[in-house]
């Protein structure tokens, strides 16, 4: 701005004398000049009024954004504070196109890529998704999703708060290792090819026991192993600010309930068949597209594995045949078909940054979550860098979390003196979490410590706490539930009932790789 140049007077009206006629007060006279001087102070000050509008603006746009939300007492849903107030975060179904604001929050927008790791660690990206050269199946190398870094506060129980530059009271989210560099973290459940693990769409994610997801992963990459609590406390962060809400599955619901158990059973023997007749009420809890197995119960998959559902017609008044692709088998009476994990690369359809196939609201389809397939439901996640370990006597047991800093030096399933034990103990039943412990040593590695909710209260999620540990009192954990676990599932479901070493169909593992 230039120097000031209204200079202001003081106007005087005219005063005459009524008796006389006398001017007593000449006044100030309304002419060019004055009238003129209003003009220009007018001027002047629509000019004062631009420059602090402008200088507003450049302050708004320089300064530090911070996006968080607020919870109060036992409701999950949070209120929107600092400048996510107002947001909107629509998710989407297939192909749609919906609005979501914080797609354009630098460190919300995880781009999904294909690339390859070098002997470092570091991911070389080779195309972006929409990109020349982008593959889904792996041809071009593993598909990620790219996170940027960002830095939080809280305490997750009643605030949290994100930003992308490091403010006084924050700290950098535990993914990243400076407040730069990029990290790559897998689209898909990890499937095995050639005994390595692989993060592509077109097959399926391999089930067995945490000591042998971490066996591929090891065989895989010298740097490899399953998720950490680093990786799953950075998703908790920016999940619950974009959705201000615990109970996430009232944004999408996952592949949550599907058919699974011993009723499912088929009711005629048939030789080199590719169906299964079951009774109709059954039939109809199964969806086309989605993945089965076929054995002697509902966990076994001793005739068929990994098959998908074709179509599902009626056989007679009582009864449908569920048919599905691949090679025929022999079904026998009573032989059970029970849901898996659906097959990666069937959400690629979707194209917002969240959403589900076919229906957010139905609870037998999967979605995506910027990146990340099935973020909850689908199968329960492989946990690598905390063991719980079991001591006391029954019932006075106590659980106590420890924690791996260097998930590479995981030692099938053994607590060695790599591992720190946290400093506090984990619940000690099975139930909705209202509370997780944290350890400042360690504020990302968060764990139930208090259980007593509902699907609808606190974190909605439920814990199955440590119940059938191993011979030396451990037990594994895996987050996110499966594909039967109902309304008891969402990002902060634990399980962390069975030893290191039990394989079963519902624990799948994800593809990571740490840099040196």
Not at 94 to 123: A, K, L, T, Y
Request: proline fraction near 5%; charged fraction near 25%.
């Amino acid at each position: 701005m230039s120097e000031k140049r209204f200079k202001r007077i003081y106007w005087e009206d005219r005063v005459v004398d009524d008796s006389t006629g006398e001017v007593l007060v000449e006044g100030t006279p309304v002419n060019e000049e004055n009238l003129n001087r209003i003009e220009e102070g007018i001027d002047e000050a629509l000019d004062l009024g631009y420059d602090l509008k402008d200088r507003v603006e450049h302050l708004e746009s320089t300064r530090v954004k911070r996006y968080g939300v607020r919870f109060y007492g036992s409701n999950p849903v949070g209120e929107r504070v600092e400048d996510a107030v107002g947001m909107v975060a629509n998710v989407a179904v297939d192909d749609e196109i919906v609005v979501n604001d914080f797609d354009n929050v630098p460190f919300f927008n995880r781009r999904i890529c294909c690339g390859h790791f070098d002997e470092e660690g570091n991911f070389h990206v080779h195309a972006y998704r929409g990109e020349p050269g982008f593959a889904w199946d792996g041809s071009a190398g593993e598909v990620m999703y790219e996170e940027t870094p960002f830095y939080w506060k809280g305490d997750l129980h009643t605030y949290v708060s994100v930003c992308g530059s490091p403010l006084e009271g924050y700290q950098l989210a535990p993914r990243f290792r400076d407040g730069h560099t990029k990290e790559y973290s897998p689209v898909f459940w990890s499937a095995t090819v050639e005994g390595k693990a692989t993060s592509r769409a077109g097959l399926f994610g391999e089930y067995q026991s945490l000591n042998d997801h971490m066996a591929v992963m090891q065989a895989t990459h010298s740097r490899a192993h399953t998720e950490t609590m680093a990786s799953l406390f950075t998703d908790w962060l920016l999940l619950l600010v974009e959705f201000a809400t615990k109970d996430l599955q009232t944004v999408m619901m996952g592949a949550t309930s599907m058919a699974y158990g011993d009723s499912y059973k088929a009711k005629f023997s048939e030789p080199n068949v590719n169906r299964i007749i079951i009774e109709n009420d059954l039939a109809d809890r199964f969806v086309i597209g989605q993945t089965i197995g076929i054995g002697s119960s509902y966990i076994s998959d001793s005739v068929a594995k990994d098959r998908i559902v074709t179509s599902i017609v009626p056989h007679d008044e009582f009864h449908k045949a569920i048919y599905f692709d691949g090679e025929p088998v022999n079904i026998t009476e009573g032989n059970v078909v029970s849901s898996r994990t659906w097959r990666n690369g069937v959400t690629n359809i979707i194209k917002a940054s969240s959403g589900s196939i076919v229906s957010n609201t139905d609870d037998r389809y999967p979605c995506i979550w910027r990146g990340k397939v099935d973020p909850w439901g689908g199968a329960n996640s492989a946990i690598c860098d905390v063991l719980v370990q079991r001591s006391g006597e029954d019932p006075d047991y106590v659980y106590t979390p420890y924690y791996l800093p260097d998930p590479t030096k995981y030692a099938a399933g053994a607590i060695t003196p790599d591992y720190v034990p946290l400093n506090y103990g984990m619940a000690g039943s099975s139930g909705y979490v209202t509370e997780l412990g944290r350890d400042d040593r360690f504020p990302h590695v968060m764990l139930p410590v208090a259980v007593g909710g509902s699907s609808t209260t606190y974190f909605s999620d439920y814990y199955w706490y440590p119940a059938n540990p191993d011979s030396n009192g451990v037990t594994a954990v895996f987050a996110g539930g499966y594909w039967a676990s109902a309304v008891g599932i969402g990002p902060f479901a634990l399980y962390g009932t069975d030893a290191p070493s039990i394989s079963t169909v519902i624990r799948r593992a994800r593809l990571f790789v740490s840099r040196a």
